[in-house]
């Protein structure tokens, strides 16, 4: 199910691609690195972290042209994605 997620999102992820910056782009869905946090409250959450997947070909800044994903154990299609963003400025949602 957590292969079926990771798809998903990055098929997402490469539709909004064009197809100068999909050429050469890869993932590999058994690179990542199993993990685990504890909340305050005692809650323990498990996850596979895939970091430092870049989302262009012609990298000119590799400490800012990549992205990180996190896939809890036992997540489906419907799990929230949370993406975070270090871009300046108002939030206005």
Same mark, same amino acid.
Request: with cysteine.
């Given at each position: 199910?957590?292969?079926?997620?990771? #798809? =998903? +999102? !990055?098929? #997402? +992820? #490469? #539709?909004?691609?064009?197809? *100068?910056?999909?050429?050469? !782009?890869?993932?590999? $869905?058994?690179?990542?690195?199993?993990?685990?946090?504890? &909340?305050?409250?005692?809650?323990?959450?498990?996850?596979?972290?895939?970091?430092? !997947?870049? &989302?262009?070909?012609?990298?000119?800044?590799?400490? &800012? *042209?990549?992205?990180?994903?996190?896939?809890?154990?036992? $997540?489906? *299609?419907? =799990?929230?994605?949370? !993406?975070? =963003?270090?871009?300046?400025?108002? &939030?206005?949602?």
């Amino acid at each position: 199910m957590k292969k079926v997620m990771i #798809a =998903t +999102l !990055l098929c #997402a +992820l #490469a #539709a909004t691609m064009t197809a *100068q910056e999909k050429k050469g !782009l890869s993932f590999d $869905a058994n690179a990542g690195v199993k993990a685990s946090m504890t &909340y305050v409250d005692g809650t323990k959450v498990s996850y596979t972290a895939y970091e430092g !997947l870049f &989302y262009v070909t012609n990298v000119e800044d590799s400490a &800012y *042209q990549t992205m990180n994903i996190y896939v809890p154990n036992g $997540a489906t *299609q419907q =799990t929230p994605i949370f !993406l975070r =963003t270090y871009v300046g400025g108002v &939030y206005g949602f």
